[in-house]
């Protein structure tokens, strides 16, 4: 009998699309034994740039995040490798896993860059939706849209279209989680 894998997964919201550019506003961790997010909001640099569309997806405004306790990129980093290190000594084997794990690790280590740290864990990582393409490419889910919109459907975490209008990184890396376990059952068969 298998158990199944551990998982912790991870989704960031971001100012845009380019981490060089645009800040990473947030982001969450959350280990499959426990279910708990960890999310941590960070405070955007004056001089950084915060595209619109991504405001209004993510809900990004200085004061929610005010509200929210956000951190300078630094302290945020500093406790994304604490509870990052904490979970895998809790769970040596358990690989990360973010949904467009290319579009999340490009920011994740930006920030490591601009603190001067070293990244851990960095050959850890899993994409779902990787994972949800090549079932899609084998014919075992039909094909269509690798947004995590799409895979929160097919998991049926969501209706069609009934994903929440403004997204949260820990609500995202939670259906990432269900999702990629999900696929993960599909590829079994």
Known sequence: ???????????????????????LLSFSLVPSWTMEPFTVYIEPLALERIEPEAARKNGYTHEKWLERGALPLMNAMELFNARLVDLKKQKAGAVLVAHNAGFDTSFINEAYRQCDFEPVHRHHWRCSMQLMAFLMDIGQIPPGSLSLDRLGEISG?????????????????????????????????
């Not at 259906?175 to 079994?188: D, E, K, P, V």
Request: glycine fraction near 8%.
């Open 1 to 23: 009998m298998t158990t199944p894998q551990d998982i912790i997964a991870i989704d960031t919201e971001t100012g845009g699309l380019y981490p060089s550019i645009h800040p």
């Open 157 to 189: 975490q969501w209706p069609v279209g009934g994903r929440p209008a403004v997204h949260e990184a820990h609500e995202d890396a939670v259906a990432c989680l269900r999702g990629y376990q999900f696929l993960q059952l599909i590829a079994a068969l």
